[in-house]
Each structure stands twice: as C-alpha cells, then as structure tokens.
T-cell receptor, first 115, second 113 residues
C-alpha cells in the first residue's frame, strides 16, 4: 500500500463548478501538506501549503487537512478552463535526518474544466 | 528571477546507451532534488543534495544511476546503461533549504527504445 493515495480521476466538470480533490495517507508523521498543480509538459508548481490540521483559503482555492482521519482535500470554486491540469497532493514529515524535506506525492488527479 | 533550468527537454536513446541530464537551480538555493515521474504517477525522490553533499540517495538505483553536484550549484544525473523501464520524466527541483518550498523545473522527458 502506498503512503499517499489519490483518486487519479480523470475528473471532467463544466465551467463554474465546485471541484473537490482528495488524498488519504497512512504515515502519521506527515505534518506538512501541499497541493501542486502540473500543466501538461511542465513541472509541478506549488498551489497551497498547510501545516498540521485546519483550513486555508487563497482566492478560489481552499485546502483542508484532517489529521485525525489522515485525509486532505482541495476545493476549487468557480472553476475555470485555465484550471485544467493535473493536481498532486504532497506531504512531508517534520523529522530530522535524511527524511527532512522529503516530499511524498500522490498519483495526481487529472482535471478538465470545459467551457 | 529565473526558475530551475533543465536540459535537454527531450531525449531519445536506444537501450544500453548512456544518458545525462543537467539542472541549474534557482540562484541561492542550497537544496537540490532529482525526482522521477512515471506516466500517470506523482514524482518520486531519487536524490537530495544539501550544497555538495548527497544527504538522501536511498531511492537512487546505484547500479546504473549516478549524480553529482560539483561546487554546490549545477547538478548532473546520469544513467548508464539505460533500460526500457527508465523511460519517464526526470524532474529537478530546488529550495532555499530543506523543508522550504520546492520549485520544479520543466523536466527532461526520456524515451528509451
């Protein structure tokens, strides 16, 4: 079983829809949670960053972390065609040694927003 | 500010041939990462450098893969000999320090025939 599981989709929604993307994880040492967006033939770019449990909002994007359930979500409101990309969740542990700063990614969810 | 630069962007080789990828991180970033991304998967860490030192290379297949980061700036990842299963995207990322935000380059797309 992978440490981080993400529903790969693909997900296709109409413009203006609310999108929900989710990841579950098994490593209780994870404390830093990120969402990356990756456009076709590009590298991932950081979208949202959350430490520990709670919510964080940035414009149309909201990230939620529930450490008790080992579950994180990304919500996109008023989705736009320009949001069409692969969304990757990523996590890291706050530990010393070689694992410090190591990101563990989910498989990615392919999102298409059609006009 | 320039981002992470990688070259080449695409590479096609025959199996058993050697291949090398180059990465120039963001200026001032001490930490450099090499990731492997297979089709339909998330990136997986191969090696992490703190300046010149490889501090985490546990996922690097050392029988055929090697990496170096001379002078703590640019880095090169090499595969010798390449196998069909090495076909993937090789991503380089950098951060100011470990646990800081990682910025990714566009990747090198390798196809082994």
């Amino acid at each position: 079983q992978k440490e981080v599981e993400q529903d790969p989709g693909p997900l296709s929604v109409p413009e203006g829809a609310i999108v929900s993307l989710n990841c579950t994880y098994s490593n209780s040492a994870f404390q830093y949670f990120m969402w990356y967006r990756q456009y076709s033939r590009k590298g991932p770019e950081l979208l949202m960053y959350t430490y520990s449990s709670g919510n964080k909002e940035d414009g149309r994007f909201t990230a939620q972390v529930d450490k008790s359930s080992k579950y994180i979500s990304l919500f996109i409101r008023d989705s736009q065609p320009s949001d069409s990309a692969t969304y990757l969740c990523a996590m890291s542990a706050n530990a010393g040694g070689t694992s410090y700063g190591k990101l563990t990614f989910g498989q990615g969810t392919i999102l298409t927003v059609h006009p | 500010e320039a981002g992470v630069v990688q070259s080449p962007r695409y590479k096609i080789i025959e199996k058993k041939q050697p291949v090398a990828f180059w990465c120039n991180p963001i200026s001032g970033h001490n930490t450099l990462y090499w990731y492997l991304q297979n089709l339909g998967q998330g990136p997986e860490l191969l090696i992490r450098y703190e300046n010149e030192e490889a501090v985490d290379d546990s996922q690097l297949p050392k029988d055929r893969f090697s990496a170096e980061r001379l002078k703590g700036v640019d880095s090169t990842l090499k595969i010798q000999p390449a196998e069909l299963g090495d076909s993937a995207v090789y991503l380089c990322a950098s951060s100011l320090r470990a646990q800081e935000t990682q910025y990714f380059g566009p990747g090198t797309r390798l196809l082994v025939l």
